[in-house]
């Protein structure tokens, strides 16, 4: 059973025709939220437009929420995409997740961290 094909009412903090944003259970940082698609799929790549349109906004409104709530310095928002790449739960989900300066000693590189050492811009070197 998908937990998020069948998530509690009193989680959703955001939600339209085709997805829904709740807090992540395992925070990142505070305010990490995930934006769900309603509809039962495991990636982006079987999003419809229509799918990915309705995630995109819900991704806005909650960084509207999360600007008001966390004033965060930066967001990192991104999509699991199979088990090598970290997928744990097989329903497409966005993170958002709050950045703030000092969370990290060096931020650099963003999302290319997952492979720190491929991850050295000419900053670093």
């Not at 505070?30 to 799929?41: A, D, S, Y």
């Not at 999509?79 to 989900?93: D, M, P, R």
């Not at 961290?113 to 050295?120: G, I, Q, T, Y």
């Amino acid at each position: 059973m998908c937990f998020f094909c069948n998530l509690p009412p009193e989680i959703i903090i955001l939600e339209n025709e085709l997805a829904w944003a709740i807090y992540d259970k395992y925070p990142v940082n505070p305010g990490h939220m995930l934006v769900i698609t309603k509809r039962h799929f495991p990636t982006l790549f079987e999003a419809t437009e229509e799918e990915i349109l309705s995630a995109y906004r819900l991704i806005q409104e909650a960084k509207v929420l999360l600007d008001e709530k966390y004033r965060p310095d930066g967001y990192n928002v991104g999509v699991n995409i199979g088990e090598c790449a970290g997928q744990t739960i097989w329903h497409l989900h966005f993170h958002v997740i709050p950045r703030f300066i000092g969370d990290v000693d060096k931020p650099l590189g963003g999302v290319r961290r997952v492979k720190p050492n491929l991850a050295m811009s000419p900053r670093e070197s």
